[in-house]
């Protein structure tokens, strides 16, 4: 049964349009069905400069205006790179939309804290999501970079960025 999850959770998250699936629905107004586990960035495509959506899993929510986000699939990942390119992002999770917020990547040792509380916290969630990841990305140790949002002070939408603007 562990195969089966890992192999089709890994064939899954490599499927463009199951990952992008909720996306709409964050953009509805229903991101509080994904309670607050979920939540969709948006970001600035660090070549076109357009608007770019990933919705991703929570990793910490250390306070209301602190998330962290993992990149399963590693430094490569477009949203990643694209957030060190341009840290300035929106946030939509639970019935919060739009919120600015500034990315910032861990380092090593904030990297292992949040990653060691993560597998104490969800020891059956971190089991089932790193062999799906492992199986993802061919890696025996994949390389899982974390990155805090810093959500703005304010809970009312805030004007997206448009094209070019960052």
Known sequence: MADLVRTWGAR?????????????????GLGFLFTRRLLMLEHVGRSSGAARFVVLEVVSEESPTSLVVGSGFGPTAQWFR????????????????????LARVLDEGERMRVLTAYRVEHPTAWEKLSAVITEATGETE?????????????????????PGEV
Do not use: E
């Open 82 to 101: 694209n957030l060190q390119a341009q840290p300035r992002c929106h946030v939509s999770i639970g019935t919060t939309r739009c919120r600015p917020a």
């Open 12 to 28: 899954l998250l490599q499927n463009r349009l199951f990952v992008r699936a909720p996306i709409p629905m964050f953009r509805a």
């Open 142 to 162: 994949p390389d899982i970079p974390l990155v805090r949002l810093d959500l703005a002070a304010t809970d009312a939408p805030q004007a997206r960025f448009g």
